[in-house]
């Protein structure tokens, strides 16, 4: 089965930056790759998905790449802002047989004013 | 549009107790998910319905069962609460059938439960 790695450690940056998420995957390339960002205490909302045909994929301050020769996605936010500040998380096939999406433990951004 | 719509909030029992956490989308969303988000754990799939009228297992099914009422509604039921049990469960629903992993998913603020 699949298995998703995010880096468990909180990202800091100072406001402006551009932060760059990690997430790395075993096994099998998946056809797509979702980016969802949580917020304490809410469940986590959709950013962007990527195709595995796709290298990158933009949504205003938002950038994902998918390179599936080395098993991994980066999500970048440029110009980031304190509002930028939650949980971001990867999810795609498990490849288990089983259908839905499988997600990653996420990683914490904290941007700094 | 209130989305996907989660009851209870917030739930304390006591070992070997049931309940049902109630989930319900409006709309029109043909896929329906349980996920529970433990910390450091990420969120991890208990049961889906692909469609109205069937159910699969997830990851993680063991003492729980789940009812697709129709469309709309989507119902996790603990039958015999134990203290592993104790997480945030998350209801989510996406457009198509068959859970297809194209699809995006939308989630809604969760149930915090705790097992004593």
């Known amino acids: 089965s699949q298995k998703i790695e995010q880096n468990s450690e909180a990202l800091n940056i100072q406001e402006g930056k551009t932060a760059t998420l990690t997430c790395n995957y075993t096994n099998y390339s998946p056809a797509y790759l979702q980016w969802y960002r949580q917020d304490p205490g809410r469940g986590p909302v959709f950013l962007l998905l990527i195709r595995e045909n796709e290298k990158e994929k933009r949504k205003e301050r938002l950038k994902v790449t998918f390179d599936t020769t080395l098993k991994q996605s980066l999500f970048h936010i440029t110009a980031s802002q304190p509002a930028d500040s939650a949980t971001y998380l990867c999810?795609?096939?498990?490849?288990?047989?089983?259908?839905?999406?499988?997600f990653g433990s996420g990683t914490r951004l904290q941007v700094q004013p | 549009n209130a989305g996907v719509t989660q009851t209870p909030k917030f739930q304390v029992l006591k070992t070997g107790q049931s309940m049902t956490l109630q989930c319900a989308q409006d709309m029109n969303h043909n896929s329906m998910y349980w996920y529970r988000q433990d910390p450091g754990m990420g969120l991890r799939l208990i049961y889906y319905?692909?469609?109205?009228?069937?159910?699969d297992k997830g990851e993680v099914p063991n003492g729980y069962n789940v009812s697709r009422l129709n469309k709309r509604e989507f119902s996790l039921r603990l039958e015999s609460a134990a203290p592993s049990q104790t997480s945030v469960y998350f209801c989510?629903?996406?457009?198509?059938?068959?859970?297809?992993?194209?699809?995006?998913?939308?989630f809604g603020s969760g149930t915090q439960l705790s097992v004593l």
């Open positions: 989510a629903s996406s457009e198509g059938q068959g859970a297809a992993t194209n699809e995006k998913l939308f």
């Open positions: 999810a795609l096939d498990p490849f288990t047989g089983r259908r839905a999406l499988t």
């Open positions: 319905s692909a469609s109205e009228g069937t159910t």
